[in-house]
């Protein structure tokens, strides 16, 4: 017999700047569990992101080390 065909979990978006792609940053981060504490430090990465480059949209900045990586 065959095997059953599980589904994958879809990563939701994150609920501060509405991306995916930041949802799946958090869960990289993330130790143990501690999605909340991943998300603190994320947050206050783009927060220090906004502040040093003078961007108005740190997405900007983090989509384009994404690109870069």
């Known amino acids: 017999m065959r095997r059953k065909v599980t589904n994958r979990n879809i990563v939701g ?3 501060v700047y ?3 792609k930041v949802g799946k940053f958090v869960n990289y981060i993330m130790l143990r ?16 992101i906004k502040e040093s480059a003078k961007v ?3 997405m900007e900045v983090f989509e384009t080390a994404l690109k870069n990586s």
């Open 56 to 58: 108005e949209d740190p």
């Open 33 to 48: 569990g501690q999605k909340e504490t991943a998300r603190g430090i994320v947050y206050e990465a783009m927060d220090i």
């Open 18 to 20: 509405n991306s995916e």
């Open 13 to 15: 978006p994150d609920s």
